[in-house]
């Protein structure tokens, strides 16, 4: 019986299902850790709502209240025409679930409702009459609380960008940037200002003075921290004794928020390198942040897939033989490479920052001192890219591709070419080098709101560069006698990447998203400084054809001994330039066509995941026999689930 991977798209997003076959097989002693893991992610996912925006949260509640007591919505079928109100408001409702809020998640661009503010309040009053309590203020009327709402929910020009990193001549990138991490607060405030909680706080302006609101128990989202705390203890007699030292420290710091807890939690959590179940919960990446610098909350449940580990792991043994070798100033190699270990993993679950839009790789702690000091650990989220693979429409390769050889390559070795380039990106980029003794290891409080784009395009860049390197193949991560074969197709993958993600981008000519900017930059400084992409058109199409391995290669090395002098140097006006001039600004036509292009195919942009649900088997005294894995194939009762409600009897 065949699975279903894909699911339904909604505009160009893309829902798909995965899957977390190994589960069934865990001991029960790990499936209990599990579920308690499971629920820890759970409880912190309005953190990120709220993060994202500080209407999110009040939005969501109305979209939901009104889906799951509407009278239209309570039919039979949830299909609703989309020309319908309810239709259009579950159309809307899932790419908000899909981008936790109102803004796109690879444009930082907000997107509205298509229906008009009366016919929003007429479905209000309709849900109510049959039962819905919508999120109003002390004396607030749901007419009120929907006129107060006006604006985030159908103004595209207010507060228009999540994070905006180039606003332009003279505009502050804070000021500019809708999300909840800042108050009244601008860049020139911060200059003068010593931040103690760089990583988790709100800043926000009280009269004259700079507070921080400080993420703890007892503080800013103290209830959700509390309710993750809690969940946590509970995991903690299930976990191995290493695992057991990180969840502990973890649950310190949620208790204090104090950098040094902080930094406690990533050193247990990176020296624990053997726990067949592990956790990644806290507040982590900085792509939100516009400085880079304010923690996104995420949490994200897994166990290693042992099968697909062995390649990694080898990987990470030789991560100092492969540093030894980077094209970089030796001044900026790392001496002593520790601590470096590498894993590929089944995913559970992913919420907040992580889900249901999701990384296919990861590595972390992102303290470049722990990196140094410490190591790092890497993971290839396996089932994630199998839904990928399984989801992704053969058109795309077929519409960008040059020649039916680059096609036939991509379908025999894209799948491998893909998978390699992350292992190596993740276990040997994000590892490797260092930085400058001034930057007291902090290279992103120098390089500020570009800090996180030189840091993706570093780790591509050595991805790209080891790839041939005959050592992947000694190792046994690639076949020997294909090895150029699989470089070649990566290549022509990348450089066609740098058309593709444009139709992402549907609005202005700046790209805002750092994974993006630094795509864009590595193939646009190509295009620019070498012979190894060629610009060809056929049949008013544009394609990036990569014409030589060896030039891209080269110039990759030339490339990438710049990017880790910016970063180990922190020289802020450097990267600046590198991607203003190639990593930001793209041509409006050639964006055009490209949506063209894929509009006329229905090819979706981006992925958002229905994540496998866990259901405990207990008996009469609450004691857990099994804990179940099911999978919902419906991102509409997942997400109403996650909030505590469920659409009426019937509907599904």
Known sequence: MSRRFFLEQVDDAAVVQYYADGFDSLPLEQKILSWHLYQAALAGRDIYYDQRYRYGLEMREVLEEILTHHPAARQASPELPSSSVIGEIRRYAKLFWI?????????????????????????????????ARFPVRADETIDGLLDRLRGPFFDSDLEAMVTCKTP??????????????????????????????GLNSRLVRSGAALVEEVYRVHGRYGAQIAAITSHLRSAVPYASPPMRKALEALIRFYESGEESDRAAYDIAWVEDASSPV?????????????????????????????EKTTGLARLAEMAGWFEARLPIDPQWRRED?????????????????AGPITAIGINLPNDQFVRERYGSKSVSLANINEAYEKSQPPAYRREFCWSEEEVERGERWGALAGELITAIHEVLGHGSGRVAEHLEGQPQLALKEHYSAIEEAR?????????????????????????????????????????????????????????????????????????????????????????????????????????????????????????ESYGIHFHPALRDEVVRRVEALNLPSYTGFVQPRLRPITDDTGHILDVRIEYPLDLETQMLEYSGKRLPSGIR
């Open 99 to 131: 981008n936790s809020g109102p803004y796109g998640s690879m444009t930082a661009r907000k997107f509205v409702l298509k229906c008009t503010p009366a016919e929003l309040t007429q479905a209000a009053h309709d849900a109510a009459r049959h039962g």
């Open 168 to 197: 332009g001549q003279g505009a502050d990138i804070l000021a500019s940037s809708a999300n909840n991490l800042y108050h009244g607060i601008t860049m020139a405030d911060i200059s003068r200002f010593d931040e103690r909680f």
């Open 337 to 353: 490479v520790v601590g470096v270990t590498a894993r590929a993993i089944d995913v559970i679950v992913e919420t907040g920052d």
């Open 459 to 579: 780790a591509d860049l050595v991805a790209l560069h080891f790839l041939p390197e005959p050592m992947i193949a000694a190792i046994g991560l690639v076949p020997a006698d294909a090895q150029s074969e699989v470089v070649q197709t990566e290549y022509e993958a990348y450089a066609r990447n740098a058309i593709i993600q444009l139709r992402r981008v549907r609005v202005g000519t700046t790209i805002e998203e750092d994974h993006m900017r630094n795509r864009q930059m590595i193939v646009q400084w190509l295009l620019a400084n070498t012979t190894a992409i060629q610009v060809q058109r056929r049949d008013e199409k544009t394609y990036y054809v990569m014409a030589d391995a060896d030039e891209f290669h080269k110039g990759v090395g030339r490339l990438l001994r710049e990017v880790q002098r910016i970063k180990s140097e922190g020289d802020y006006e450097g990267a600046r330039d590198l991607f």
């Open 278 to 306: 592990d956790t990644i919960n806290g507040f982590i990446e900085t792509y939100l942040d516009a400085r880079g610098v304010k923690g996104a909350w995420e949490g994200i449940v897994y166990y290693v897939n042992e």
